[in-house]
């Protein structure tokens, strides 16, 4: 069984920033990729960032040069950098990770910002 348990969320105002972590526990055999995804009130979930095996990362357009992924293969834990917070940025985030035959995800934990 693996458990996902993100970290950091908040309340912040516009132009602040937020750093979230999502700590993977349990019987991990190979993480293929982790990745970050939100979803505000009536809008689909969307990825935000993703972080693949080899190190490299791909994030939704509105979030380049502002968010940035990583990961510390040690702790198998993903964290998200988020600067320059937009009130469009206000969602619940979610972290997952994916490995051969499996996914799993996080409970998810709420950004706010304000204008």
């Known amino acids: 069984q693996v458990q996902l348990v993100e970290s950091g969320g908040g309340l912040v105002q516009a132009g602040g920033s937020l750093r979230l972590s999502c700590a993977a526990s349990?019987?991990?055999?190979?993480?293929?990729?982790m990745g970050w995804y939100r979803q505000a009130p009536g809008k689909q979930r969307e990825l935000v960032a993703i972080?693949?095996?080899?190190?490299?990362?791909n994030y939704k357009d509105s979030v380049k040069g502002r968010f940035t992924i990583s990961r510390d293969n040690a702790k198998n834990t993903a964290y998200l950098q988020m600067n320059s917070l937009k009130p469009d940025d206000t969602a619940v985030y979610s972290c997952n990770l994916v490995g051969p035959g499996y996914v799993y995800w996080g409970q998810g934990t709420q950004v706010t910002v304000s204008s």
């Open positions: 972080i693949i095996g080899g190190g490299s990362t």
């Open positions: 349990g019987s991990i055999f190979r993480i293929n990729s």
